[in-house]
């Protein structure tokens, strides 16, 4: 380590680790990648670009030409827009089943680890052991089962939302927070030994205000990777679930690109294929190594190195 | 006498765990679950049909009597009949667990092996450049979906476009009944017809799970790598083969048989959906991919509830078998 890193003054986690992350070349080029998807997807959401991704044209299986990029598809549609819309799709699954999954296993980890030994706990544990047992794409299944014509009613405003088209979102969820929740509650078991939460209690600050206000801030990095990795998983899913007839039904997803191109390249067609395993690899491949420098960065054992 | 008495243990703590998944299973699929009464009634149904068909069914029950009755369905394995072809649960099963076994197991076990091979590479020149060559690889493998390996390798191996050295969909069939066929030959037509079908599902299955297997198997060794016996063993003058032979990998066994064994209910039971469905081979996977499309309940609700308590059960024998081979595990830690 140089002279000039030498660390002057009080310093937080947070500066160190974003310092850190920023010195990781490889780090800094995926952040780079994810950022522009992110901008992609927001520009497909506001309605800005792609927006005639499902405009039927009048010949299907087209080459790549200047007006479209990646061909069309059997329908005639173009593929690249279709693939940009693929973007905001995955975003929206990415996002909703990372923040949802990391927030519940967050908050279940930090009660969990903060009544260590304590009936609380063995609950907690209980279930996502039990959610544990059931394997992932059969959970999905078992929701998909229990939502058909099951309907959310908002009670004053008398709206009656279905959520069959919403039981991979919420399938991924009950899911994912498991993994976090265990984390999260092996880091606060860590946690509450030490002095700054025994002199909490000793002053007389209630457990809840103590979760909120010291153990959980404390979790927080962990909390970020997690959620990471949660959006990763929650993308390469959703593939997969739709090829399976579980996941994304409306608009157009990677997953339906994918699906659609079973049959097209045994007919010699790849343009569906390669566009959506294009943007699919180059955004997980993005996030995968994102998701390890963050770590790498966020690890306070490394920090020094 | 200690080990029985912490086994005893264990299965009575997994009690609870047994508990919470068949409740979990029947919250979701008959609780929940769909009502069956008119795909299996005729179009025309008197209500006294009808009222018959629910009563049998169990939809007038209390939600206790419901619960009592799935559980009867699990101890016993009778989950009844499939909805859409009217034959018996167990016996499509019974026919379909030996199929999703005999595609998972190659590549199962050579993913595995593979895996702690490249695993050992890596960590024995950690840092260096094989170390980070297998890291990206392995990077690239976790990136790629499973469905692009299974479109791309039937495009390379099974079509025109590519090698063609497959067929593209199918499973074996019964030989063609030649009177004159020796034992020799008939294994031979099976053995020949089990690979050319088994051959790419089984590659795209390595090629996914390796990325992951070689990852956690790097890191479980690199940790026992770091601990004071290595460096003490070094400072003898033990050779670097014999150490990550006979000490770290003996050591780091132990992470890694929990890894394959709890997963290897789920390879058998729960099949791979992916792979059957693509590749038309009519295992558990299929079978509950068709069971899924179809809405056919009774199946989804024998493989989901099946698997749950074979994973806890396969969670309790791996505790146990640990028990036995490693003297340093106590009740207590």
């Known amino acids: ?305 | 006498m200690e080990t029985l008495q912490y086994a005893i243990r264990k299965l009575i703590y997994a009690i609870p765990l047994l508990f919470g998944v068949t409740f979990l299973s029947f919250i979701l699929m008959v609780h929940f679950g769909p009502d069956l009464t008119y795909s299996i009634l005729p179009k025309s149904a008197t209500q006294e049909q009808i009222e018959e068909i629910r009563a049998e069914l169990g939809y007038d029950l209390p939600f206790l009597q419901r619960y009592g009755k799935f559980m009867k369905e699990v101890v016993t394995l009778d989950f009844g009949s499939s909805t859409s072809s009217g034959e018996k649960v167990s016996s499509i099963l019974k026919k379909a667990v030996p199929v999703s076994f005999l595609v998972a197991l190659p590549a199962f076990i050579l993913a595995n092996l593979l895996g702690i091979l490249l695993a050992l590479y890596a960590a024995n020149h950690r840092g260096r450049f094989p170390d980070k060559a297998v890291m990206v690889l392995a990077a690239i493998g976790m990136s790629i979906s499973y469905l692009m390996v299974v479109i791309a390798f039937q495009l390379i191996f099974c079509t025109s476009y590519g090698l063609n050295w497959f067929p593209v969909q199918g499973w074996v069939e019964p030989p063609p009944d030649y009177p004159d066929a020796t034992a020799g030959e008939i294994f031979y037509y099976y053995w020949y017809y089990y690979w050319s079908y088994v051959a790419v599902p089984t590659l795209a299955s390595i090629f996914v799970a390796l990325g992951y297997n070689t990852r956690f198997f790097r890191a479980v060794i690199v940790e026992e790598l770091n601990r004071d016996y290595v460096r003490t063993a070094r400072a003898y003058g033990v050779r670097n083969r014999k150490i990550m032979m006979k000490h770290v990998l003996k050591n780091a066994m132990i992470p890694i048989s929990t890894r394959i064994i709890i997963t290897l209910p789920f390879v058998v039971i729960a099949g791979n959906l992916v792979v059957e469905k693509f590749f038309g081979i009519p295992g558990v996977g299929l079978v509950t991919y068709d069971a899924i499309t179809n809405g056919d309940l009774p199946i989804v609700k024998a493989v989901v509830t099946c698997t749950a308590v074979l994973y806890v059960l396969a969670l309790i024998l791996t505790d146990i078998v640990y028990k036995i081979i490693d003297p340093r595990i106590s009740y207590s830690k």
């Open chain 1, 1 to 305: 380590m140089s002279e000039e890193e030498v660390i002057v003054g009080r310093e937080s986690l947070w500066t160190k680790s974003g310092r850190k992350l920023l010195r990781d070349r490889a780090g800094v080029a995926a952040m780079v990648v994810v950022g522009i998807y992110g901008i992609i997807a927001l520009l497909v959401s506001f309605g800005v670009i792609a927006q005639d991704w499902d405009k039927l044209g009048e010949e299907g299986f087209e080459g790549m030409s200047a007006a479209h990029w990646f061909g069309t598809n059997i329908n005639g549609q173009d593929i690249f827009a279709r693939a940009l819309q693929g973007i905001k799709t995955a975003f929206q699954v990415g996002v909703v089943v990372a923040i949802s999954a990391t927030a519940i296993g967050g908050i279940l980890g930090a009660i969990a680890g903060y009544f260590h030994r304590t009936i609380v706990d063995e609950v907690i544990m209980w279930i996502y052991g039990c959610i544990d047992a059931i394997p992932f794409y059969l959970f999905v299944a078992a929701v998909a089962f229990a939502l058909k014509g099951a309907e959310f009613t908002v009670p004053v405003l008398d709206l009656h939302i279905s959520l069959a088209p919403y039981a991979m979102h919420i399938a991924m969820i009950a899911t994912f927070w498991s993994s976090t929740c265990r984390i999260v509650r092996g880091e606060v078991i860590k946690i509450r030994g030490l002095e700054y939460i025994q002199a909490a209690k000793a002053i007389g600050v209630g457990p809840l205000t103590i979760i909120r206000r010291h153990v959980m801030p404390n979790t927080s990095h962990l909390l970020l990777v997690q959620s990471t990795i949660a959006f990763v998983g929650a993308i390469k899913s959703e593939v997969i679930l739709t090829f399976l007839g579980l996941g994304v039904k409306e608009g157009v997803s990677w997953g339906i690109m994918l699906s659609e191109s079973i049959n097209d390249v045994l007919r010699g067609h790849m343009g569906n294929f390669l566009g959506a395993s294009g943007f699919l690899f180059v955004l997980v491949i993005a996030f995968n190594m994102f998701a390890d420098a963050l770590q790498d960065a966020l690890d306070p054992k490394k920090v020094s190195g």
